[in-house]
Nanobody
Framework: QLQLVESGGGLVQPGGSLRLSCAASGFTLDYYAIGWFRQAPGKEREGVSCISSSGGSTKYADSVKGRFTISRDNAKNTVYRQMNSLKPEDTDMYYC?????????????????????WGQGTQVTVSS
């Protein structure tokens, strides 16, 4: 059974940092592109960042460029997202998602429709 588990969320002050982890079980992430998404209550889920299965390609939403970094450690079957210079507007539930890549070098996408395996989410709250 494919399973993704997010961790690392919590309460942080504005300007602070957090590192989210997305750990996979039941399958190896080597051939999967991974995306991170955010969702506020009553709003649609939106893409924040993604990384290709090879790790050679990444994409970021304009709102997080220069502040968030996505990376992967296939040996640990985990994808990370380092979030720096956090702002109150970054407060949301964050989800990771996976999709099998057709090729090792296929680009990742930031749309929810591009993924078919989802984690349960981790809450990030940025507040003083």
């Amino acid at each position: 059974q494919l399973q993704l588990v997010e961790s690392g969320g919590g309460l942080v002050q504005p300007g602070g940092s957090l590192r989210l982890s997305c750990a996979a079980s039941g399958f190896t992430l080597d051939y999967y592109a991974i995306g991170w998404f955010r969702q506020a209550p009553g709003k649609e889920r939106e893409g924040v960042s993604c990384i290709s299965s090879s790790g050679g390609s990444t994409k970021y939403a304009d709102s997080v460029k220069g502040r968030f970094t996505i990376s992967r450690d296939n040996a640990k079957n985990t994808v990370y997202r380092q979030m720096n210079s956090l702002k109150p507007e970054d407060t949301d539930m964050y989800y990771c998602a996976a999709v099998a890549s057709p090729t090792l070098f296929a680009l990742c996408v930031l749309s929810t429709g591009g993924y078919d395996n989802w984690g349960q989410g981790t809450q990030v709250t940025v507040s003083s």
